[in-house]
Structures are given as C-alpha cells and as structure tokens.
C-alpha cells in the first residue's frame, strides 16, 4: 500500500500523504522513496505545472520522523548517511521543476516541517490542532533535513535560533507573524486555496515570498552583517551554556550547523548538519531522552490498571474543595480544558482570592497569545465559587485541596460525601498523607484516590494518581483519563506515606540538610546539585516548596520510616524558627519584595549551628550522597510495590521532580552507572552514615544476579 495518493486538478497535482496502518505521518525511509518517486514523476510530466502537498491525516500534518529508525544507528556514520539521504530528498524537492505548495493542517514537528521549508509557498489552518516546531533538540539532536539552513534563512537568524534552541512550538498566529507560514485560512478551504496558491505560482501572478522575512530590518542588518552574527552567535551560545550548564550537546551543535552555513554556504552547513547528527545520535544524553520519548508515549495508552480496563467515565462538570494556591491552580487548568469547575472554600473572601488566582492562570495564556480574548473570557465563565455544596451534586470528579491535615481531610471527607452522586470520585490532592488514611472517613472507600498535582499546577506536568487496594478499576481510570484531558503526564502509584515522588524527594532533600549538619555551605550544596543536571538546588527548592511545608512531610515520612528519613539539625532549626521560605520572604535566601531571590541569608547560620564559617567539601561526595539516597529510595519503592514499574518511577523523578532528564530518570542512572557499582557506593556510604544508605534488597537481589531495569539495547520500553 502506498504511503501517497495522487489526485490531479488540472494542471495542479495534489500529493495526499497517509502513512497505511499509522494514526499519524512519520518520516520514513519508506516514504521518502515515494515522494522521490513522485518527484520523478513529475519532472517527467510536462502537463503539471504546480504541486500540492497534503495530509491525509484528520489531526495532524508530519509529526516528525520514525524515532524507532534511530534505534537502528549503530555508528555515527548510520546517522550521517541517514541525515544525508534525507538532506538529498528535501533538495531534490526545493529544486522541482515546479512551485510546491505545503497544506498544513494540525501537527508540522520536525521533519515535517523541514519538509514544508523544501517548498516554494506554505499554508496552515487556524486550528487550535496546528502546530509547527523543531524539536529534535528535546531528543538530543539537531534538524537533520536541512532545517539548519533552510530556517534562518526563511525567518531571519534570531527567530530560527529561539526555535531550535528551545524546540518549543508555535501556533499558527504566530507562525504566519514569523513567515514561518505565508498564509493562515479556515481548515474548510485549505485544499482549495493551497491549489489556487499554486496555480498562481505557475503563472506567475504569485510570487514567492522574500528570504529572512520573519527577521524584521534590525534582523535582516544582523543576518547580512558579519559583526552583528558573530553578536547574535555569541550570546545564544553563552545563554545556552546558562541554561544547560553543558549538559546538553544538542544546541551548541546547532549553533555549529547554523553557523557554518552563514559563514562557508548552505553547501558546507549541511555537510556540518549531517556530521553534527551522527555524533549526536550515538551520545549517551541523546539515548536517554529517546527513551523519555518512547516511555511517555508508552505512558499515554496504559489506562493505569491491569488489564481488562473499564471504560473511563467522562468528567464534564468538577467541584475543586479548597480555593488556596493549589486549589486554584487545578481549577485553572481544568478551566482550559473545558471542563465546568465549581471552587469551594470556607469564606467568601478566599472564594475571591481564588477565583482572582483562576483569572491569573488563564491570564498568563492570553498574555502569551495562546488563547483569545474571547476564549479567556469563556473560560473565566467555566469557574465559579460558593461556600456551600451548592452544584457539587453535579460533579464528576472532586478534588480536595485543603491543608495537609489528616482531621480536617476527614472533615472535609464526611461532608461532602452526602452531596455527591455515588457514583463520583473523590480525590485528594495530597503530597504525603495516604489515601488509605483519608478513606477511612468515606462511605464509599473504593471511589476515593489520590490526586497529586504539582506546583504550580499549570506549569509542572505530573501527575500522580495513588490507588489503594479498595480503590475501584472504574475511579483509577477515570481520573488518569481526566489527568490526560488536563495536559499532564499521568503515572499511578500504590498507597504509602509519601508515595513515590515525595519519598524519593525527601530522601534527597533530607541528605541536603545532612551536609549542612556537616557545616556546608548552603550555595555549595545547591551548586553542586545543580552542576550535576538537576533545575535548582535542594536548599531553594526547600524554599520554593515552603520550609513549613516540608516540616510537616519530614514529621510524616521520619515517623514512618523512621531513621532513615529521620531530619537533620539544620532543616529542624530553621523549621521551629518559623522561617517559609520566599512565600514568607524569608528562608534560607533573602528575597526581595517581589519574592526574587538573592543571596544565602546569613542569620541562618546562627539557627543551623557553627556559625557562617563554613567548611569546603567536595563537591563528588556532596552529588553522591544526595542522589544516591534518592535512587536507593526509589528502588525501595519498586521493591514494596509502590512503583508499577522503572519506567514509571523514571517518568516521575524526570517531570515531577526535577532528575536530570539527560541522565533518563533514577533506574535509567542505576542501569548506565552498574548495579553492582550503586551497591558497593551505598555499602561504602552505609558504612559511614547507617542506616541512611543501606542498599534496597532488590538492588542487592539484582546485583547478585547480574540483571538490569531494561534491556542494554534495543527499544527501551
């Protein structure tokens, strides 16, 4: 079966891509056959004067190329030679005898989008679904289709180095404002106008649009001028080396590809971008993120029940108890998912407070152009608030988020319960306390779960679903569904204090403070955390999360496991002082009044002890330490059932709590440093620090018996 259908429209081919047997197009060897097949065709044909190019798909265009094919690379020159087999087909197309149209309708990412760039003239509908991006970055490589050369060339050096650099993806507003695109129209009439397009073009009455026409005149003078790129080069390279702190090959090599074309021809920038490619494909960052890639799609069709699932229930209408930070947040988020959201709190003035918080998280969108102002006002029109259980008799789903208190939960619980249907699911979103507790005040325990968002909500993407063994297949798939509808990247885990993320993260953190015991100096610990791959360092994200707030989850996880979660000193201290960190203004930072952090607040050294003079450690020990106290506890996890599975505990450490993504997740960095080399670490550690460090039995188990959490080649999951 063909991946290309041909339909002729007079003089006008229209080439209609639809991959047999796949939801959506990839780029394949395959494909890119067939359409140098088609190339042929036409040149050999004199009767087509223009071509269309179209998907067949209803959601998307080109989602990118077949990620699996890179799996087959088994030396960089694999990947060269694919890169520069792709490279030759996309030449071929922008040297066609004829004008070529690209008709964009949902999904354009990656290779997809390099294709469209092969062309004379492209078109995008004004489809929420129509998205255009570079991302090959967030898989550790670099357009390899030409896309380094073709981009900035289109639309103008800076603009073409935001996209690649970032591998964040514009929508179709934007991406007409940038000449990504020449033209945005209806998604009714898109065949239709791209034909017309094209028949112009043939005639002549049409012109191709001018090169760097996105880049505006400051660009355009940048771009032609030898000075202002080696400005332009100069400062995206030292922004990357900021953000990535070197960890991350991919941009600086796209800096390389880009720069060679500007500087020695289009030629030599895609001998650079090939050669680039093939190193890339083969370094260990990029098999890690492959594997994110190919984990969380796995992710998205597992219903986070065995097998037969039921069918999830629909959530149109959700009642949210508790209006504070969290509270609002899921509202928010729930808001732009369509959903109807009724925000519940004790008194009308926090009922105010959150409905303000709703209209600032949909705000942020409109800020960004996301959305309209006529969307963000009939999102606005999906929140409203009570004091009352008025409405919640309606709801689908409820979530809680009230305090982290097991008494006030109850509370909350029993009176709720009364006003909604039987048939609803009750969540908590808590971090620390077990759904098994919570359920103990429900009449119907086996439609109550756990929720765990994080914040802020509409900016972090996990989210934890926690089961219990009461809880019912029904509830547990309809809130990972519901969870998906949201945006977020949904795992389930069993009950038990802490759950995973919270445990794991408190065995980290916990070391962190340990040091400080040990006289560290606070920006040491969270320099060294950061200089190994994590956002920030434990002591600001202590801050950020709210020292109060880890208060109370050091109280619950030390009291259930005990000295192996046990707090150290200095994190008590500055605990019983009162400090909350920046939402107080005041922690182990200063911040501003703006809530901008500044430099270590040199009074909490009195509270932690040993005065301000503190001693150097190094910084290999201080790494160690910390993440192999959250390894080990994310192996405990797996051995007592709390985890599903390593793909699941990856998934979570990666976006729920900041693990370097490039190091895969903690089973990936067990696997990639050998067990038995985790083991003899925790052994040496145990020695020194028990019982803090004593290695889980099934890292014991496994070491014994020789086996990895996945297999060393092949498809990671």
């Not at 255009?132 to 103008?156: K, N, Y």
């Not at 998604?187 to 034909?195: E, G, K, Q, R, S």
């Not at 962190?512 to 040990?518: C, H, I, K, N, V």
């Not at 145990?686 to 297999?711: C, Q, S, W």
Request: charged share 25%; glycine share 10%; with cysteine.
């Amino acid at each position: 079966m063909s991946a290309i259908r041909f339909d002729r429209r007079d003089d006008v081919l229209v080439l209609t891509l639809d991959v047999p047997g796949d939801a959506v197009n990839k780029l394949t060897t395959v494909l890119g056959e067939e359409l140098s097949g088609a190339m042929a065709e036409i040149d050999r044909d004199p009767s087509v004067r223009a071509c269309v190019i179209v998907s067949g798909k209803p959601d998307s265009f080109i989602v990118g190329a077949d990620i699996e094919q890179f799996l087959e690379f088994r030396r960089e020159l694999d990947a060269a030679r694919a890169s520069q087999a792709g490279q030759e087909v996309l030449n071929a197309l922008a040297a066609l005898r004829v004008p070529v149209v690209t008709a964009i309708h949902g999904a354009c990412m990656g290779g997809g989008l390099e294709l469209s760039l092969a062309t004379t003239y492209r078109i995008c509908t004004d489809h929420t679904k129509t998205l255009l991006a570079v991302p090959e970055v967030q898989l550790g490589l670099i357009p390899g289709m030409g896309g380094t050369q073709r981009l900035p060339r289109l639309i103008g050096l800076q603009a073409a180095l935001d996209l690649m650099l970032t591998g964040r993806s514009v929508r179709a507003r934007k991406a007409l404002q940038l000449g990504l695109v020449d033209e945005m129209v209806h998604p009714a009439i898109l065949l239709d106008v791209a034909v017309a397009r094209a028949r112009e073009l043939a005639d002549g009455t049409r012109r191709p649009a001018r090169r760097g026409r996105g880049a505006g005149t400051t660009g355009l003078l940048l771009d032609t001028n030898f000075a202002g790129r080696a400005v332009v080069f100069r400062k995206a390279r030292e922004n990357v080396l900021v953000k990535t702190h070197g960890h991350f090959p991919a941009p600086l090599a796209a800096l390389d590809a880009v720069h060679a074309g500007f500087e020695r021809g289009m030629a030599e920038g895609l001998r650079e971008e090939a050669r680039r490619f093939g190193e890339l494909a083969m370094t260990p960052v990029s098999r890690e993120l492959i594997f994110l890639f190919f984990a969380t799609t796995a992710l998205k069709k597992d219903a986070g029940v065995e097998p037969p699932a039921p069918a999830a229930a629909p959530v149109r209408k959700l009642g949210v108890l508790g209006a504070g930070f969290m509270g609002a947040g899921i509202a928010g988020v729930a808001a732009q998912a369509g959903t109807i959201v009724r925000l519940k709190d004790t008194d009308p003035a926090r009922v105010g407070r959150g409905l303000a918080a709703v209209r600032s998280v949909i705000g942020e969108r409109l800020a960004r152009r996301s959305i309209t102002r006529q969307q963000f006002a009939d999102q606005l029109l999906l929140v409203s608030g009570t004091t009352a259980y008025a409405g919640f008799g309606n709801a689908d789903l409820v979530i809680e988020a009230v305090f982290e208190d097991l008494d006030l939960k109850h509370r909350v619980l029993r009176e709720v319960e009364p006003a909604i249907r039987p048939d609803a699911v009750y969540a908590s979103n808590t971090s620390t306390i077990p759904i098994g507790e919570i359920a103990r005040a429900a009449a119907r325990p086996e439609r109550v779960l756990g929720m765990h968002f994080f914040s802020p909500v509409h900016r972090m993407p996990l989210l934890e679903v926690i089961v219990t063994a009461q809880t019912a297949k029904e509830a547990v798939v309809t809130a990972v569904d519901y969870g998906r509808a949201l945006g977020k990247t949904v795992i389930v885990v069993h009950d038990g204090p802490g759950f995973y993320t919270t445990r794991t993260l408190s065995a980290y953190m916990n070391e962190a403070g340990m040091l400080l015991d040990e006289n560290a100096a606070i920006e040491q610990v969270d320099r060294v955390l950061v200089e190994f791959g994590f956002p920030v360092g434990p002591i600001t994200l202590l801050d950020e999360v709210g020292i109060d707030v880890g208060g109370k989850v050091g109280l619950v996880l030390s009291q259930a496991f005990g000295h192996r979660m046990t707090p150290s000193q200095a994190l008590r201290r500055v605990v019983e002082s009162g400090r909350t960190g920046r939402k107080g203004g005041s922690g182990f930072y200063r911040y501003d009044k703006h809530g901008k952090k500044g430099t270590v607040d040199p009074t909490v050294y009195a509270l932690i002890g040993e005065g301000r003079q503190r001693m150097p450690m190094p910084a290999g020990e201080m790494v160690e330490r910390c993440t192999l106290a959250m390894v080990n506890e994310a192996a405990h996890c797996l051995q007592e059932g709390i985890l599903r599975s390593p793909r699941d505990g990856d998934i979570g450490a990666v976006f729920g709590i900041g693990f370097p993504p490039f190091r895969g997740g903690p089973f990936r960095y067990i696997d990639s440093l050998g067990i038995d080399e985790v083991v003899r670490r925790l052994e040496d550690l145990h020695a020194r620090f028990a019982p803090r460090f004593e290695p889980a039995a099934l890292l014991l188990d496994m070491a014994r018996a020789r086996r990895r959490f996945y297999p060393a080649e092949g498809r990671p999951v």
